[in-house]
């Protein structure tokens, strides 16, 4: 999705599920652009580009491993693209299943295979005129 | 034949575009060469290449209608 | 807290934040009240209480502990007391960090300490008159 | 010596009551027999008895300046 995920974003998607009464438990996995200190000064956004028709196919594949792998209610995924200030949230997972240990272990495996396996790259801006490009660790 | 090729992250930075035109290969290897050749700042990094959106590790044959791209190491999250 | 907790109360917890911008992962357990089948009935609400003192006590020296093991910005836990619906959420827990594994971590071993180690206690009303004390697993 | 005693979850629900009182005891050990004895319904029930706040599993002297409660298995969250 285009720009930065609201906190209203994420209580309405939350409201959402109060329905699906087969579901105890809710893992959410936030992202928020961190002021990180670099060499030529701070970061004070993140710009994101993906190549989105890939990384769509690949969430498509990602997410049926884990309905596969784990006993899951429901599974949302967003992640921001373009300019993302500090502090504001860039990535929400959101992994719903009837007992906890399904959906903790399943957001905890899927949040490691967004940002390992989604074709999306981050470009640090850092103060007005420089920028770096971001390394996952 | 002439590849198209999408360029992402650091790779477009550098080429100054998110697309560019290889002539005269067939093969991934051989495309690859001409890129490096081309854009020597390339070699520094680590890219992949995808083939119809799948990263490819061994050398295959591809043709213009496959949609083929230059994959810096990810970092969204 | 006395009473469910509502979307709005999490996505205002989550905006808070918003300030901190040495965060850089957030991670959020809810836990919403199952329609279970019993032997007598569906489930259609819980009713907890607490022997608050020694859960806050208890509370105290858990978030102590895990202040220690991990590196962590923030902890907030927020467990409903009465009468909670089928659907409602009636755990919070949040746990934020600089680096995802951290708060990844610590939210796993704080959901599990809170259900095992907190003196509270659910009764799960069932149809209009039956009962069962809740059995965690 | 009458201890007062917390009681929570099934117990206070058996024993349809918050608290109770338990006199002549002073020690965690007469306590339960006491206990055991005037509400035979919570043998069943695996609970754990706790002084000051904190869960006792060894026998120890008690005074009516102690917080004493009888605690189910916990089942919050």
New interface residues.
Partial sequence: MEGAIS??F???A??K???????????????????DEKEDGVVQSIE????R??AE??YAEIREELFESYSLSCMHVY?SLGNIG??????FVFVSS???KDA?EA??VL?EK??????????EIIGEENYS????? | MTIKVKLFGILADNAQANKIEISDVSTTEELLQKVNRKYPSFESVNYKISVNQDIISNDQKISTDDEIALLPPFSGG
Avoid: D
């Fill in positions: 906190p209203e994420i209580s309405e939350i409201a599920h109060s329905t699906k009464t087969a579901i105890g438990a809710h893992q959410i996995f936030l992202g928020q652009i961190r002021a994101f580009t993906a190549y028709e890939m196919k690949q992640h500090v502090g504001e949230i860039n990535l009837k007992h906890r903790t957001c905890r949040v967004i940002k390992n396996e989604l074709p999306i790259w981050g470009k490009w971001k390394v996952n660790r």
